[in-house]
Nanobody, 126 residues
Framework: QVQLVESGGGLVQAGGSLKLSCAAS????????MDWFRQAPGKEREFVAA????????FYVDSVKGRFTISRNNDRNTVYLQMNSLQPEDTAVYYC???????????????????WGKGTLVTVSS
């Protein structure tokens, strides 16, 4: 079965950096676009970033543009999210997701995601 395992979350001070990883198994990873979403306490899950199957195309929500970078290594079946200049409002559980197509606009509240990971918590202190 498909498994997505996120790692790399933790506690960081404002202005700091973290790099999240998501290791995928049980699927042909290189065929799928991959996303990162996040859910802050008391808020709905929101889209963060997407990357095409080859890694050649990416898309970001405006609030993270210039600070976050999504990348992937298809040999390692892993997608990454490098997060720089973190702010307290970035505090959330971060989820990776296998998508049905490359997102080129922010999806609505119930996107058609094939598989979700279980998430990793990122806490940014002020």
């Amino acid at each position: 079965q498909v498994q997505l395992v996120e790692s790399g979350g933790g506690l960081v001070q404002a202005g700091g950096s973290l790099k999240l990883s998501c290791a995928a198994s049980g699927l042909t990873f290189s065929r799928y676009s991959m996303d990162w979403f996040r859910q802050a306490p008391g808020k709905e899950r929101e889209f963060v970033a997407a990357i095409s199957p080859s890694g050649g195309s990416t898309f970001y929500v405006d609030s993270v543009k210039g600070r976050f970078t999504i990348s992937r290594n298809n040999d390692r079946n892993t997608v990454y999210l490098q997060m720089n200049s973190l702010q307290p409002e970035d505090t959330a559980v971060y989820y990776c997701a296998v998508d049905v197509f490359l997102r080129t606009k922010v999806p609505g509240p119930n996107p058609s995601i094939k598989y979700w990971g279980k998430g990793t918590l990122v806490t940014v202190s002020s």
